[in-house]
């Protein structure tokens, strides 16, 4: 009878810690970014870490709040290999487009040789008869586009740094490359806000 405990509780035990193990790492305990990479600025707000797979993506969305010093830039565990990010900016693009064609019916007044209109003994326009005329309505279209603005691949910098003169959306793509055998690791999409406070907590 004990024998047949000790073994319900090795399963259970056994189950247990593989779940644990399933439930993933916590990668926003890491050490993933120096201490000068990060720079005098706060963290907290919307950074994120996670774990991916080799050749998988992560997209994040970021508010960045004007006249914000920013700095912005990923890091990652070794053994994910190369990992590659791009940040993108929204931009509205308007387009004048044609809505639509009407056939409409105008009067046509007498002109001389030279092309000035004649008028008769009143001062009025003399009329010519009528033509159909095509009368194009037009209107207004608003397009999203994404204008890339960094990209890790052939940048200088290991960070985009901005100063936003208005509040602004922005979304940062992050890519795994594949390695020869697919393995699971950690990265950090450091958003990081400057502040005067040098002593202030950097994760």
């Known amino acids: ?9 090795f399963v259970v035990a056994a189950m247990l810690l593989s779940g644990a193990s399933a439930m993933g790492q916590n990668c926003s305990k890491k050490k993933l970014a120096s201490n000068e990479m990060k720079g005098k600025y706060d ?20 508010v960045l709040y004007s006249k914000q010093n920013y700095r912005l830039f990923v890091a990652s565990e070794q053994k994910l290999g ?20 009407k056939q409409k019916t105008v009067q046509v007044y007498k002109k001389d040789p030279m092309g000035f209109y004649l008028y ?7 009329p010519d008869g009528h033509e ?10 608003t397009t999203s586009i994404n204008d890339l603005v960094f990209d890790s691949r ?22 795994a490359e594949k390695t020869p055998k697919k393995v699971d690791g950690c990265i950090g999409v450091y958003v990081g806000c400057e502040y005067s406070n040098s002593s202030q907590f950097i994760r």
């Open 1 to 9: 009878m004990k024998k047949m405990l000790y073994a319900s509780l």
């Open 43 to 62: 963290y907290r707000g919307q950074s994120m870490f996670k774990e991916i797979a080799s050749g998988d993506s992560a997209t994040l969305n970021v």
């Open 82 to 101: 190369t990992v590659n990010y791009q940040i993108y900016v929204p931009r509205k693009k308007f387009t004048r487009v044609v809505k639509g064609v």
């Open 120 to 126: 008769d003994s009143n001062g009025e326009k003399i």
């Open 132 to 141: 159909i005329v095509q009368d194009t309505i037009w209107t207004r279209e």
């Open 154 to 175: 052939t940048s200088d910098q290991p960070y985009w740094e901005a100063t936003p003169g208005k509040t602004q959306n922005i979304t940062i793509r992050v890519h």
